[in-house]
């Protein structure tokens, strides 16, 4: 084997190593970037859910405030035949909380995901 060949080879051979090294670099910032963008996306969606649940919740406490206020001031004009006559508003107030209980659930959970997929090894 001819000496003079052999440095060359070796030379190129780091080169081809670092080629590959550099293209399996570029490969994982790819890939992170992705990820990063994907949790960016889920993180906001689960910010969005969580907005609508405060509004809903908002909404359901100043519903049931109205009704426990106007059925105070109506105490005293019989209050016993007016029982039971905001029970449908009251309902619906109740099943709001319960939604946005459930979005604030489904939005934990998606940031519980992402921290979740995140703990595994590093590649490479």
């Keep these: 084997m001819d000496r003079s060949t052999e440095p060359q080879r070796t030379a190129q051979a780091r080169e ?7 293209a399996a670099l570029t490969a994982r910032e790819v890939a992170l970037t992705e990820r990063k ?3 960016d996306e889920i993180l906001s969606e ?17 519903r049931e405030r ?3 206020k ?4 109506a105490a005293g004009d019989g ?7 905001h029970l449908p508003q009251r309902r619906e107030a109740a099943l709001d909380r319960e939604h946005a209980k459930e979005d604030r659930i489904a939005s934990q ?16």
């Design 46 to 62: 689960a910010d969005r859910r969580d907005a609508i649940a405060d509004a809903r919740d908002s909404g359901a406490d100043a």
């Design 109 to 124: 959970d998606d940031r519980i995901a992402l921290t979740a997929d995140s703990e595994g090894p590093e590649p490479g």
């Design 16 to 22: 081809a190593n670092l080629d590959r090294r550099e």
């Design 79 to 85: 209050y016993a035949d007016q029982y039971g006559k």
């Design 70 to 73: 106007a059925e105070f001031m």
């Design 66 to 68: 109205q009704v426990d």
């Design 37 to 39: 963008e994907a949790a």
